[in-house]
């Protein structure tokens, strides 16, 4: 896993705990982390997350209280 992980770049259509522990190991190694989520399980990749994205209008909100950002929509 420490090989493969500074390598990805993007993840997309992932389970909550694979978002956390990617969140996680990136961080330990010193690279800056963004993640999106609308969830009550992204909630603990938000918060470990140097900038977390929450969804304003579908997103639950407990995911928008561990963002950073909450992106609206009109």
């Given at each position: 896993?420490?090989?493969?992980?500074?390598?990805?770049?993007?993840?997309?259509?992932?389970?909550?705990?694979?978002?956390?522990?990617?969140v996680s190991n990136l961080r330990k190694?010193?690279?800056?982390?963004?993640v999106t989520g609308d969830g009550i399980?992204?909630?603990?990749?938000?918060?470990?997350?140097?900038?977390g994205l929450a969804m304003g209008i579908?997103?639950?909100?407990?995911?928008?209280?561990?963002?950073?950002?909450?992106?609206?929509?009109?």
């Open positions: 896993m420490r090989a493969i992980i500074p390598k990805i770049q993007l993840m997309a259509r992932s389970l909550p705990l694979d978002k956390h522990t990617l190694i010193g690279e800056v982390v963004v399980k992204d909630a603990p990749a938000l918060h470990e997350a140097d900038i579908a997103g639950i909100e407990v995911a928008k209280e561990n963002a950073d950002v909450i992106i609206m929509d009109r």
